[in-house]
């Protein structure tokens, strides 16, 4: 038992001192944790700052590749011919526009562009370009851009239309190289021939030439939205005391593709020219508002005044939304029966009734017109209304020249809204019948008026 006894105090003695090894080789942890930590955050910032390097290196390396590649773009773009329809729209990048063309004569002014003649200076030939700052585009303006220029490539292929030939792109602006017309406008033309006569038949080669852009636009699927004489150019000055058979439509700056039936939604375009379902309290129209447009056009070609004038812009929304309109006698009588009715057809409020562009180009006074044709002169009084008319456009166009063109538009409709919610109030109130509500009516029996829906 005593042998026993010291042999537990041994193993005792033994496990004790086991133990206090133990425990002084476990004690200094903490110390070991924390230089493996410091060994660890060491290694790390080793390994970030290796990364750092790798990329920075490769940064370098593809900014060096990047600029290589504009380098090799810049030395294979060849910029001594002279752009033109036969070649690819060109976009540049690798080149400053300046570079390439002498900035001339300034030949417009809109709310983010001004457009000038560019001497292209490998070759001296003249274009039209429009110069668009970014800088003041909010971003659905640029959007907005973006489908002028798709919508500019993809008209190419169509008659009648202004080409575009090339696109600067800039960091503060965008340039759009296009035709230069040297016919200027269309009206401007009509008011300076060196004769006081306008026929039916110079009139119907200048309508021909915009039906058939629309046709082509419209089997696109593209509405244009802004239809009016400014906006038609002709391409060649010897045609100012002809046929007017170069005419081509301009200013895609409110071209939209309609995806969908009734898709467009957006007030814009120029008073006097607007259709009528683009004037509701919530618009929702397709390409056939271009050909309204186009019978508000031939109306002022053949009679001299537009159809749905007015002294302010709630008159003419009125009467657009209306849709009254009359062949005074004294403008129209010399005109034939087929062109009045080419004008009803077109100026039909019901969408569905309206003429298409395809159809017009397919009319009677289009195709044929009548034996008196070539020699019936419009009214030397339409000739003054033209101009007259071309000044009050001018300033309808200078009026709405603000920082934004459709905003303007559109406020001016909403007042005109809420005048006529008002008055609808009032009339209600005191127990009126009806007395000038839109859309009411039913045309009017005498022959020189008209009204279709």
């Known amino acids: 038992q005593h042998s026993q006894k010291h042999h537990h105090q041994q193993q005792q003695q033994h496990q004790q001192h086991h133990g206090t090894a133990t425990t002084t080789t476990i004690a200094p942890r903490p110390q070991q944790q924390q230089h493996q930590q410091q060994h660890q955050h060491q290694q790390q910032q080793h390994q970030h700052q290796h990364q750092q390097q790798y990329y920075e290196d490769s940064h370098s390396q593809q900014h060096s590749q990047h600029q290589q590649y504009y380098d090799d773009v810049y030395e294979q773009e060849d910029f001594s011919e002279a752009p ?5 729209v060109k976009s540049v990048v ?5 570079e390439v063309y002498q900035r001339g004569r300034k030949l417009g002014l809109g709310a983010f562009a001004v457009v000038f003649i560019g001497t292209h200076r490998p070759t001296g030939a003249e274009y039209a370009v429009k110069q668009i700052d970014r800088s003041t585009m909010i971003w659905g303006d640029r959007d ?11 008209a190419r292929a169509g008659p009648n239309i202004v080409q575009l030939y090339e696109v600067y792109e800039e960091k503060a602006f965008c340039y759009l190289v296009m035709e230069v017309m040297e016919g200027g406008e269309l009206l401007e033309c009509i008011v300076e021939k060196n004769t006081t006569t306008f026929t039916e038949k110079e009139a119907r080669s200048a309508v021909r030439c915009v039906l058939r852009a629309l046709a082509y636009l419209h089997s696109k699927r593209v509405a244009h939205r802004d239809i009016k004489p400014e906006n038609l150019l002709l391409s060649d000055a010897s045609q100012k005391n002809k046929d007017l058979n170069s005419v081509k439509l301009a ?4 071209a939209r593709r309609v995806k969908r039936r009734n898709g467009c939604r957006t007030l814009c375009g120029t008073p ?3 259709s009528p379902e683009m004037l509701e309290r919530f618009p929702a129209y397709d390409v056939k508002c271009d050909v309204w447009s186009v019978g508000c056009l031939l109306f002022f070609l053949l009679g001299g005044y537009l159809p749905f004038d007015g002294d302010n812009t709630d008159e003419i929304f009125d009467r657009t939304r209306e849709g009254k309109f009359e062949f005074l006698p004294e403008y129209w009588n010399s005109v034939s029966r087929s062109a009045k009715d080419l004008v009803t057809k077109m100026l039909t409020v019901n969408t569905r009734k309206r003429i298409s562009a395809s159809k017009a180009l397919k009319s009677h006074w289009i195709e044929h017109g009548d034996e008196a044709f070539e020699e019936r002169q419009l009214n030397i009084k339409s000739i003054k209304n033209l101009i007259q008319g ?13 920082a934004n063109r459709v905003n303007k538009l559109n406020n001016d409709f909403k007042q005109f809204i809420e005048k006529r919610k008002e008055e609808n109030l009032a009339n209600k109130l005191n127990g009126g019948g009806g007395g000038g509500g839109s859309n009411s009516g039913n045309g009017s029996s005498s022959n020189n008026k008209a009204v279709r829906r």
Not at 94 to 98: H, L
Not at 144 to 154: G, P, R, T, V, Y
Not at 390 to 402: E, V
């Open 84 to 88: 033109s329809a036969d070649m690819e």
């Open 94 to 98: 690798s080149k400053k526009f300046d």
């Open 144 to 154: 907005a851009l973006q489908d002028e220029i798709d919508n500019l490539k993809m």
């Open 251 to 254: 200013d895609f700056s409110f």
């Open 272 to 274: 006097g020219y607007l």
């Open 390 to 402: 071309k000044r009050k456009l001018k300033t309808a166009i200078n009026t709405l020249m603000t």
